[in-house]
């Protein structure tokens, strides 16, 4: 698993996605079910997300150049913004027709092959979701971490179909449309978690917990007299740290420096920051940490 890519995990989100999505859109029109055309659709923009997302991780995997000093990290959450704008319309959409069927009253029984195929979708995502869980996390990859959770809100969806088209079977046929009521607006909160969480990311945003962990940890080396300020943000799926620690104003640089080394080992050996830029500043008592 963590010789894998993440480009494969999109691979096999965008297969997976193009077989179902055909499916359900297929059997939905012929079954006459809103439930399963609005799960459909729900896979279809899927295909989208994904391949949004794998030509993120394309562009992210490019080496740094003159323009791009930092790299191309950042394209993987610019892709999941994209997903999520595509996820948005399409359940908005769904919600739309949803609400028009119910107003109308317009509602007819589905077929039971309906109840088959979302039932089916649903274990084959469940597969999906495990086999693109474990890949995200072998891998440090936040955009397939995003496609991995948008995967288990399709396994709940598809069972949500089955309730709905289950229900219009035993002559509560309005179920059938409420239940895609529902699909379009788990479509459009996944949509919003998706685009909060990249969001966040691309604005600097960093969890604050882990800032404090740092910190503290940092503050154990022996030489470090305090840690003045400390900073985080991603690109892509590396973590930057920039901290300002304090060291004995006796001590010269050798010696300072071998601590600066000291609280990049451990950020790289414990925590995985590959990334860390460490700036020293001489002691005093009267420092206040700058984090605060």
Not at 8 to 32: E, R
Not at 163 to 181: E, K, S
Request: proline letters at 2%; hydrophobic letters at 45%.
């Amino acid at each position: 698993m963590t010789k894998m890519k993440p480009e494969f995990g999109a691979w096999v989100s965008i297969g997976s996605y193009i077989v179902l999505s055909f499916a359900k859109l297929y059997v939905g029109y012929m079954a006459n079910s809103e439930a399963l055309k609005a799960d459909g659709w729900n896979n279809f923009t899927d295909i989208l997300a994904s391949i949004a997302i794998l030509i993120g991780l394309l562009i992210a995997k490019k080496p740094r150049d003159d323009n791009h000093p930092y790299g191309h990290s950042r394209a993987e959450h610019i892709s999941s913004l994209i997903a999520a704008f595509i996820m948005m319309s399409i359940g908005v959409d769904v919600l739309i027709n949803a609400v028009q069927t119910l107003k109308e009253r317009e509602y007819v029984k589905p077929d039971w092959i309906a109840v088959w195929t979302a039932g089916t979708s649903a274990v084959f995502m469940f597969f999906v979701y495990m086999f693109n869980n474990r890949l995200a996390i072998a891998t440090n990859s936040q955009a397939l971490a995003a496609a991995a959770k948008d995967h288990l809100s399709d396994v709940l969806v598809s069972v949500g179909t089955v309730i709905g088209v289950i229900g219009a079977q035993l002559h509560m046929r309005w179920l059938d449309p409420v239940t895609a009521f529902v699909i379009g607006f788990m479509i459009c909160k996944t949509a919003w978690d998706i685009f909060k969480e990249a969001s966040h990311t691309l604005t600097d945003g960093f969890d604050d917990e882990m800032l404090k962990q740092y910190k503290q940890e940092i503050e154990r080396i022996d030489g470090v007299k305090q840690v003045v300020d400390i900073k985080g943000r991603m690109y892509g799926n590396e973590v930057v740290i920039d901290v300002t620690i304090s060291v004995a104003p006796y001590l010269n640089v050798l010696t300072s420096h071998d601590i600066a080394d000291q609280v990049e080992r451990l950020l790289e050996q414990k925590y995985g920051v590959i990334y860390a830029h460490v700036h020293i500043e001489p002691y005093e008592q009267e420092y206040v940490f700058r984090g605060d």
